[in-house]
């Protein structure tokens, strides 16, 4: 169909009733619009004797996110999408505006009303759908920042469905008629318009769970695709085998949360098949510019977005879908190239001074990705008993095959000497960290406060230090995390500064299984709520070590009835076994 379905319009015949609106994929069946309403229907009833006026929307299943986004709007609801789950943090239904909790909306076990599509629902279905106004319904975006305390940015339904229309210019016919798959939360304002509402908008199928890990992608093949993506995700491809081959039938590929390396996005039109269209924005300010990588050094203004430069650095962008009338700062310092493009120079917020000398952080980035052996880096300033910078660098595949074996000590002088032709002794980073990869959120984003942990760690008093004299870390790093009802799964590695690798054993640091029974532990004390003691342990197999900056997928299985959790941690690339257990539980005395 090409009519464009804005929220005010949706009607129980606005689409046919097999057109198809969620896809089969993950083991989810398809379902169609004759599906959707009767389910729509059935959550209506739910919510029907329920006064609260304000309710949280918490759930990553991108099908269950469209259903309760338009029952809570036909309500006339106000939605708060609470913040993406911090690494290693239990879920968060969000605090409203003004502190007091939300009754909550998902499929998990803390829900108040909770969601499931059941197209077999026995509910009387609706003749005619409530009418709901997109100047007063507001979702409410609860970002979390980089420091993690969360921030509101609300949004009409007016602004919304501009920006929809903009996007639906631009690339409605890639989206009408194709599988819209993600590896992008919902919860996050760049996952809200390109995996639920822009899809749902155009007619396209949507693919109800995330893709998680770049092998996934080969089952895509066949299939006429749009890929919603992050720089993160993208970066991996040519670090798992069996990502490139058979690639996804031709389609659009969308990647925001950060800026995407020119080797990376070489690599993903290489793997998938097609270019990569990078969108430049925020939650506050909406989609700003886009441009196609590999390729494209400026950025293509959205119809409607006008920029203006500023004297003191930065720039102001106006247009129909920012919060308030007029033009809103970034902090970001851009070349006006000609009407309509720009070129991104960094941010100002970037520049910093370091024992007097000004140096812009993102340079000083730019010059390690230009070495070619690096995929993703950092650098901080800090300041103790004097300024200095510090860099975290991921290395690619060429760099970790140049510096196999070499000592750490080789590798840092390897990339100062690649900066001294640049920037003066004083600027250059003095500290180093290589970890496997940086800590960042699901949606992609740089989680600073993580990095900034590699250097200056949060640690238990009393501690030794580690051997590069630092004080060593508790937590692992987590890179990917999933729940469901009794279940929960990351992706995390320990670091090699993390407190049990120190003495265990020296120059050849291994994890403890006490180490992987605790956090099993702790991650499932945070998910589940579990008010239960170790009782004892019946089964634990090691088949390999855990080393230093390994990724592992830990598994977790809780069973409430027999009081027993089964966790397991694997290759999150291959599937292999590196532990798995069982622990069994006891009432708190």
């Not at 879908?321 to 006006?336: H, K, N, Q, T, V």
């Not at 990869?437 to 949606?443: A, D």
């Not at 008093?461 to 630092?470: I, K, M, N, T």
């Not at 890179?479 to 009794?486: L, T, V, Y």
Request: proline share 9%.
């Amino acid at each position: 169909m090409s009519e464009l379905l804005t929220f005010q319009t949706i009607a129980p015949d606005s689409r046919s009733p097999c057109h198809p609106v969620f896809a089969a994929a993950g083991g989810h069946p398809a379902l169609d619009w004759e599906d959707f309403s009767r389910a729509l229907d059935a959550l209506d009833a739910s919510l029907a004797e329920r006064p609260e006026k304000r309710w949280a929307l918490s759930i990553e299943d991108h099908a269950l996110f469209v259903l309760g986004l338009v029952a809570l709007l036909q309500r006339g609801k106000e939605i708060h999408l609470p913040p993406l789950v911090p690494p290693g943090g239990p879920p968060s239904a969000g605090p409203s505006a003004d502190g007091e909790p939300l009754p909550l909306l998902s499929d998990s076990g803390a829900a108040t009303v909770r969601l499931s599509l059941d197209p077999q629902s026995s509910a009387p279905c609706r003749d005619e759908w409530p009418r709901i106004d997109p100047g007063a319904a507001r979702v409410v975006f609860h970002t979390s920042g980089s420091t993690g305390a969360p921030k509101l940015v609300p949004k009409t339904l007016i602004q919304v469905e501009n920006e929809v229309a903009v996007l639906a210019s631009l690339w409605g016919d890639s989206f009408r008629g194709a599988t819209v798959f993600s590896t992008v939360s919902p919860l996050h304002f760049y996952g809200f318009l390109f995996t639920a509402v822009v899809p749902f908008a155009l007619g396209a199928g949507i693919a109800p769970e995330r893709v998680r890990f770049p092998e996934a992608l080969a089952g895509l093949s066949g299939r006429r695709t749009v890929l919603v993506t992050s720089p993160a995700f993208l970066k991996r491809l040519d670090e798992t085998p069996g990502a490139a081959a058979p690639r996804p039938a031709p389609g659009k590929i969308f990647s925001s949360g950060g800026f995407l390396p020119e080797a990376a996005a070489r690599t993903s039109r290489d793997t998938l098949g097609a270019p990569v269209h990078e969108i430049y924005g925020s939650t506050e300010t909406g989609g700003i510019a886009w441009r196609v990588s590999p390729g494209s050094a400026t950025w293509t203004l959205f119809p409607g977005v006008a920029a203006s430069g500023i004297d003191d650095g930065g720039f102001t962008v106006a247009s129909s879908y920012l919060p308030a009338p007029g033009a809103m700062r970034i902090e970001d310092r851009i070349e006006i190239v000609e009407d309509g493009a720009i070129r991104l120079l960094g941010r100002t917020d970037s520049v910093v001074k370091v024992e007097e000398k000004r140096v812009a952080l993102n340079d000083v980035e730019n010059r390690l990705y230009e070495t070619g052996l690096v995929e993703d880096a950092v650098v901080l300033a800090f300041e103790d008993d004097r300024q200095y910078l510090a860099a975290a660098v991921a290395l690619n595949a060429a760099g970790r095959e140049r510096f196999r074996g070499a000592p750490k000590i080789e590798i840092n002088r390897f990339f100062r000497g690649s900066l001294r032709a640049f920037f003066d002794p004083v600027v250059i980073p003095r500290k180093w960290r290589f970890p496997e990869s940086i800590p960042r959120n699901p949606q992609g984003k740089i989680d600073r406060v993580s990095v900034g942990d590699l250097f200056t760690p949060r640690s238990r008093a009393g501690e030794p230090l580690d051997r590069d004299g630092q004080k060593p870390v508790t937590e692992p790093v987590v890179h990917a995390r999933s729940e469901s009802p009794g279940g929960l799964e990351l992706v995390l590695s320990f670091p090699a500064n993390y407190v049990h690798f120190i003495g265990h054993f020296p120059g050849l640091p291994i994890l403890p299984a006490v180490a992987q029974v605790d956090w099993a532990m702790k991650l499932a004390r945070g998910a589940f709520g579990l008010p239960y003691k170790m009782k004892a342990i019946p089964r634990f197999k090691c088949a390999k070590a855990i080393v230093p900056d390994t990724r592992v997928r830990l598994e977790l299985s809780w069973n409430e009835a027999a009081a027993r959790l089964a966790f397991t941690y694997s290759n999150p690339a291959d599937g292999s076994l590196y532990s798995q257990g069982k622990i069994l539980l006891e009432a708190q005395s």
